[in-house]
């Protein structure tokens, strides 16, 4: 059964970094692109980033251009979201997501997900 685990939240303050974790197990995901969707407290799930199968090509929301990076190490099945210069409103619940063709900020494109991590950051 393929599956997909968060790991890397907590919480900090204004200012520091987090990196988050995605381990992807019961199937091979290097061949899809994968992405970070996050979702605050009242409000919908919003894309954050995505990777290619290859890491060539990478999309962010505009709101984490220059502050968080993504990469996957396919050999781990594994895909990282480092996150820095954190900001309050960047609370939230980050959901790993895999199985899309190319890198989307659409929701719908992917098949997986992980059950979430919480990143709280304080001010």
């Known amino acids: 059964q393929a599956q997909l685990v968060e790991s890397g939240g907590g919480l900090v303050q204004a200012g520091d970094s987090l990196r988050l974790s995605c381990t992807g197990s019961?199937?091979?995901?290097?061949?899809?692109?994968m992405g970070w969707f996050r979702q605050a407290p009242g409000k919908e799930r919003e894309f954050v980033a995505a990777?290619?199968?290859?890491?060539?090509?990478?999309i962010y929301a505009e709101f984490v251009k220059g502050r968080f990076t993504i990469s996957r190490d396919n050999a781990e099945s594994t895909q990282y979201l480092q996150m820095n210069s954190l900001k309050p409103e960047d609370t939230a619940v980050y959901y790993c997501?895999?199985?899309?063709?190319?890198?989307?900020?659409?929701?719908?494109?992917?098949?997986?997900w992980g059950q979430g991590t919480q990143v709280t950051v304080s001010s």
């Open positions: 997501a895999a199985g899309a063709r190319a890198p989307s900020r659409w929701i719908g494109e992917y098949d997986y």
């Open positions: 019961g199937r091979t995901f290097s061949s899809y692109a």
């Open positions: 990777i290619s199968w290859s890491g060539g090509r990478i």
